[in-house]
């Protein structure tokens, strides 16, 4: 059930992992958190959680290493530098890990569908905004979307401007924006301890002002930004959303 794939990018210039669980269902992508790699989300718990939609054939999971989140999160090189990876590292995703996944999956076209917290709801959320010709659907949980105020740079680069949802979905228009109103984004979140579902609802407004359908669950005060919170999340969604 459980498969390691390594090879060398050369758009992030280093090792990267790609895992996936399961045999059968519907691709889920499931990004870490900041710091996280591939296999953060089985030694959290998630894939535990998420064990009865795999052995079901409903789902099969994949995970990456947060190569973005980690020069984020360390402060890695300049802030240019910062900016410059993260438009790298989805250029990696579209061109590398999609590829790989619909290999996996035997098909050429299945369309993938995106999780994850913290900064890895950021890469969720950005992934279906950037391209939705292959991310169908996408579940940010207790996310966070103006990574600005990670860096000590004043204004924002072009590589970080085309990977922000924030910067980029306002100036949308043509076959993009018209692909992108036919996907969904779920934006789901706490509002106990670090949480801020402020952060969900100034994307979620960006989306609506362009007509992209989108919506913010509050799961309020008891739910914090920890992987218990997250562990309950995901399967719901996705049970519901495979039914």
Known sequence: M??????????LREEVTLARWGQFGQPVLVYPTAGGDAEEIERFQLIKALEPLITAGRIKVYSVDSVAGRVWFYKEGSPEHRMWIQHQFHQYIRHEVVPAIRMDCKSDDIGIWTTGAS?????????????????HRALPMSGTFNLMRFTEATQPTDYYRVSSPLHFVPHLEGRHLDLLRTRYIH???????????????????VLG??????????????????????RAMLPKYLDEWTR
């Open 119 to 135: 900064i890895g709801a950021f890469h969720a959320a950005a992934s279906v905004c950037r391209f939705p010709d292959v991310f």
């Open 2 to 11: 459980f498969m390691k794939s390594r090879w060398y990018s050369t758009r």
């Open 187 to 205: 934006f789901v979140t706490g509002e106990g301890k670090y949480e801020n579902i402020g952060e969900s609802f100034a994307l979620a407004n």
């Open 209 to 230: 002002q362009k007509g992209i359908p989108n919506h913010v669950d509050s799961w309020g005060p008891d739910w914090s930004h920890d992987w218990i919170t997250w």
